[in-house]
């Protein structure tokens, strides 16, 4: 028997087959072609899931279990995903309509989640109790796994560490809350950074990068400049770092987990990014005498992360 992993995005529905090595063996994908009706997306999540199945070779009465990471909250009890806003959906019972197009068990989870969970398991954090997952991408996704299991409250809306506040008179974020994390860490913020930093100097070689069109300007922008010896770039990334790293040891105080690990698509820049972080996190977090720390790493299993810890949710 085989488990199914499904990475229900925005702009497309990625689909896996697992095998007991924790291994993809088969993908599927459809676009998730927004906005339709949420029952023809769940329906192509169903085909991309036969479409995965028929690459791995297998028939769907092999199928263990189906887990599905979403955005938005869901209700794990009842099988409704309650609010994803950029999906618009809102109450949506979905696993009653899954079932009626392929009866087999499903298990529901916040995107951010079951990305946390199969690196926690399969990816940078094996073998860690204490485990906490940071996306830096369109926002800024976590995820928390203890003893295995994801930590989601008592509500199961827990880990939305992108809405910790790291300046209480700061920008609004969508949220309704003021200085979210997000708004200054995100793969989203370092852009809008980059581009203030770029109008307010067109001496940049940010400018040159971007052939002088604003719009170009992207997450790497401001990394490149900076290698190029930019001192405007330079100041940009810097205090990006800064931001990135308040959020990470506001993290350590609260949870003192055993890993931080770092995903999305900014944590593809290693440890010129890390390094930093880690550096403002050893003069600043409350434990800095202790001898165990917090591990501040990179994440390893990529876009793979939300399929393995989808597939994963009926262990």
């Known amino acids: 028997m085989y488990r199914i992993g499904v990475d229900l995005g925005g702009t497309n529905i990625a689909v896996g087959v697992i095998n007991e090595k924790m291994e993809i063996i088969g993908r599927g994908k459809k676009k998730t072609n927004m906005p339709r009706p949420a029952e023809e997306i769940l329906a192509d999540i169903v085909e991309a899931i036969r479409l995965a199945c028929a690459d791995a070779g297998i028939t769907t009465d092999e199928i263990r279990s189906v887990g599905i990471g979403t955005p938005g909250t869901v209700n794990k009890e009842t099988g409704v995903i309650e609010y994803a806003n950029n999906l618009a959906f809102d109450k949506v019972p979905a696993v009653e309509i899954l079932k009626s197009m392929l009866d087999v068990p499903y298990y529901l989870e916040n995107d951010a989640n079951a990305a946390a969970l199969g690196e926690a398991i399969a990816g940078a954090g094996k073998g860690k109790k204490s485990f906490v997952a940071v996306t830096l991408g369109t926002g800024v996704g976590g995820g928390i796994v203890v003893d295995g299991k994801i930590w989601s409250g008592?509500?199961?809306?827990?880990g939305e560490l992108g809405h910790i506040s790291i300046k209480f008179d700061g920008e609004p974020c969508n949220c309704g809350r003021i200085?979210?994390?997000?708004?200054?860490?995100?793969?989203?913020?370092l852009v809008k950074q980059t581009k203030e930093?770029?109008?307010?100097?067109?001496?940049?070689?940010?400018?040159?990068?971007?052939?002088?069109?604003?719009?170009?300007?992207?997450?790497?922008?401001?990394?490149?400049?900076?290698?190029?010896?930019?001192e405007w770039a330079t100041?940009?990334?810097?205090?990006?770092?800064?931001?990135?790293?308040v959020g990470t040891v506001n993290i350590i105080n609260a949870m003192q987990p055993e890993m931080i690990c770092f995903g999305g698509g900014i944590s593809n820049e290693g440890e010129t990014l890390l390094a930093p972080v880690r550096a403002y996190a050893e003069q600043y977090r409350y434990s800095r005498y202790n001898k165990t720390q917090t591990e501040i790493c990179r994440a390893t299993l990529g876009n793979d992360a939300g399929i393995i810890g989808a597939a994963l949710l009926d262990a």
């Open 154 to 158: 008592c509500n199961g809306a827990g």
């Open 179 to 189: 200085g979210c994390w997000e708004r200054y860490a995100s793969a989203t913020a």
């Open 197 to 230: 930093m770029m109008t307010q100097h067109k001496d940049s070689k940010m400018w040159e990068l971007c052939s002088g069109d604003l719009n170009n300007a992207g997450g790497r922008t401001a990394y490149d400049a900076m290698r190029l010896g930019d």
């Open 235 to 245: 100041i940009v990334v810097r205090q990006y770092e800064k931001y990135v790293a």
